[in-house]
DNA sequence: TATAATAATGTGACCGGTAACATATCCTTA
DNA sequence: TAAGGATATGTTACCGGTCACATTATTATA
């Protein structure tokens, strides 16, 4: 590595001005004489000359480098929201770091690196849910949460809107002239299963459907958990016509479970999911899905970001963001 | 955000020692008498001071920072790639930067940005086929490709034995009886379509199979492909009995296909895919394919763009990374 | 005890930009 | 033609570390 080693120094040597004119010339401002101008840029061009990231850095006091973190890289969701974090950081002339963080400790150790050499000028957390470890982030530093809201006036965050997904869904169901509707949620102490579950209520309520305790089963987002919800729904005498599965790997899951037990989805029993992974057009069958717009989530967390960075007295907004309903094959007209 | 100001000079002071002792501390290298060592570094403490990365940039001219580029972040293997990078490259005491590049145009632009403004100290190039703006990078940069080799001795590069898994792929359905074999390809332009191709000849070679054109269709990685493939074997009289998709979308799709023709997977016909992709045990039926481990090929390439950065006469090291089979239910004994 | 050798610490410059202020140049206007 | 104001450019310090070398303190050797 290493090369072009030209500093504002050469250059201005070349063009026979000072290295300040130089400076002048790279950030076009000031008002330089455009004969000036002109010599400058050609010894640029001549020297191959462009300005050192990290020099400026030191000298502005600015990084122009974002971090964002998350529990992990591939599942898709997040990967989304970074793939438009990134997009939008770059557009905006920021650089994104990225690291992941499965757990509280490697979290905390990251933050700590992160801040205390102040490489990065705000941090991007991706998390399903909002912990103690998460709210140490000292207040000073500029951070969006993407996915659960800590409802810190201090803090920005880009959610999804889970209560009303849950009622779309539900009301989905509901339409199809479903009233046995059951729910495999998320973990109940993640914020955006609650969100959910509260919509499925209230979709519920507003059709007159008294909610049932047993048509409630708590999943772990796997599609492992989905296939056990169905076993336990199967065994209940009056079992659910429809079920509502808070991830569409949960539904996956569920879908299995039921093939395996000789029901045909969605003739018995329709299933709904919740993400729209990619191939969730291709199981089988299509799965009827809620959408969540992730990659637009990134970039406004990111715009977010970059303005509190930049306007450190914008107040820091908390983006809820509108799902949208999916309908694919999953799902039919409850005609019993 | 901000704060912490505290520089080394704030801490000499305190500790009644010269900045430059207090350099050695940090550094915890040269002799310095342990007595002013516990001086200083309560100092430190005291001050909540912690070094400047980027003014430490500026001094040594290293960055310890690393950059990934990418077609995209969400694809499954890539965001498995990098995340195994970005684990080896902190375990080592670098970041990583992460953009997506999903066409020459950009990744131009980003290489010259990172390599400009100096910000980066080594390149991860995540590409399924080496194109001419890929060998653009200057030959002085430390680089490392992650799913194709440039084939140039200065750079570096991470892949999968793809000729190995063809082999493997299609002798899994040689020993279950098949001998009407074919194969979906992604496009054949990409290194790792003809290096599974080749796999695939070699393994009818040994068998003694004769190889059909008509039995090879090329896809584009995308479900919808696979389908189409399946439409076109099976308007041939003497279809197939069995399927080698190069991905496991185009298996999906081509699984998909079949169904939607009436044909039973695996009883009529054998799929066996390649990735093993998230989900791929959860699909209908689950499905027989090829891992690659992609996360140990982060890793893998993440050390070797460390130690050239490190060691630059070290030399560069081509990887070549091993498959491994895959069984679940998508094959079985051909029994005709 | 004088002197060399070694260990411990200090000094000042430097990395490559930017900021603040100083100076020189040019054009108006009285 | 001298003074005043704007415009253009230069000077110097500074950001916060590290490096090379100078200096001082300590110990070993004669």
Known sequence: MSRSRMTIRDVAALAGVSH????RVINNSERVKPETRQRVENAIQELKYSPNAVARSMARGR??????ISPNLTDFTYASFIEGAELEARRQ?????????????TFATLVNQLLASRRTEGLLVITPKVEPHHVRIPRYVSAVFI????????IASVTLDDENAGYMATEHLI????????????????????????????ALNAAGIPF??????????????????????????????AIFAQNDRMAVGAIRALRDAGRHV??????????????????????????????RMGREAACQLISSI???????????????LIVRQSTTLNDQ
């Open 93 to 105: 002339g920021y650089f994104l770091l990225t690291a992941s963080a499965p757990n509280a400790e």
């Open 310 to 324: 930049e306007k450190p007295d914008n107040p820091c907004r908390q983006l809820c963001v509108e799902p949208k």
């Open 175 to 202: 339409q199809l002239n479903h009233t046995h509707i059951a729910q495999i949620t998320g973990p109940i102490a993640e914020e955006s299963s609650q969100g959910r579950m509260r919509g499925y209520q209230a």
């Open 147 to 154: 996915g659960a809201n800590p409802k810190l006036d201090w």
């Open 212 to 241: 049932q305790r047993r048509f409630i089963y708590e999943g772990d987002w796997s599609a492992t958990s989905g296939y056990m919800a169905v076993q336990d729904f199967l065994e209940q005498e009056n079992a659910p016509s």
């Open 266 to 295: 969605p003739k018995n029993i329709s299933v709904i999911g919740f993400d729209d992974m990619p191939l969730a057009s291709y199981f089988d069958p299509p799965l009827t899905t809620i959408l969540q717009d992730t990659y």
């Open 63 to 68: 990084t122009y480098t974002l971090a964002c």
């Open 20 to 23: 300040q004119t130089v400076s």
